[in-house]
Each structure stands twice: as structure tokens, then as C-alpha cells.
């Protein structure tokens, strides 16, 4: 089992930034691949960003504003947001993949952008 806290979210003005933290706890070692999703009212879950110890990954929408970062120290994944855009509004969660394809999310943060 892997246990998954998430900070960082708020209120920010567009142009503004915010900085999204995971710090994950429990069978830590399990864990190969984290990353951000993010769902807007009315939308579907949508992968934002994601990191292996191969390769990262963004989602067109974010790529050159987002960048997904990684302590495997300790356990922990973050999410630089910067030129944030009022369509970045949502509640971003926090996921993490196991070796045996086992998933687990955060409980989520919101991000507001104001126009």
C-alpha cells in the first residue's frame, strides 16, 4: 500500500505560478512511475504530467509552462506550474504507479486561475 499527501494548491492569478507537492509514505519502494492528473467541473481526468526514472511526460496543454520533477529520497513528486492560464482550474491529483501495475491517487488539491 502506498499513501499519497498532496499541497500546494490555491488561488493564483493568471501569468501567476504555484508549485504542487506529493510526498508519498508506505511500501515507497513499490513505486515506479508518479505523476499529476487534473479534473476540471464537468470534464474527464486528464494525465498532466508524468515521470519514470526513464522519461517524462506532459500533456500538450501544459508543455513549456509545467515541469514534473522527482526526490525518490523522499518519495516525493512535484509540479512546477508557472504561466498558469484560467483553463489550468481544476483539482489536481497526485498518482502513483507500482511495479505490479497497482495505482493509487492523492486526495487532490484545487487550483484556481483567475482572468
Known amino acids: 500500500q502506498v499513501q499519497l499527501v498532496e499541497s500546494g494548491g490555491g488561488l493564483v492569478q493568471a501569468g501567476g505560478s504555484l508549485r504542487l507537492s506529493c510526498a508519498a509514505s508506505?511500501?515507497?519502494?513499490?513505486?515506479?512511475?508518479m505523476g499529476w492528473y487534473r479534473q476540471a467541473p464537468g470534464k474527464q481526468r486528464e494525465l498532466v504530467a508524468g515521470?519514470?526514472?526513464?522519461?517524462?511526460y506532459y500533456a500538450d496543454s501544459v508543455k513549456g509552462r509545467f515541469t514534473i520533477s522527482r526526490d525518490n529520497a523522499k518519495s516525493a513528486v512535484y509540479l512546477q506550474m508557472n504561466s498558469l492560464k484560467p483553463e489550468d482550474t481544476a483539482v489536481y491529483y497526485c498518482n502513483v504507479e507500482t511495479y505490479s501495475n497497482s495505482g493509487y491517487w492523492g486526495q487532490g488539491t484545487q487550483v484556481t486561475v483567475s482572468s
Open positions: 508506505g511500501s515507497t519502494f513499490q513505486i515506479n512511475a
Open positions: 515521470i519514470t526514472s526513464a522519461r517524462t
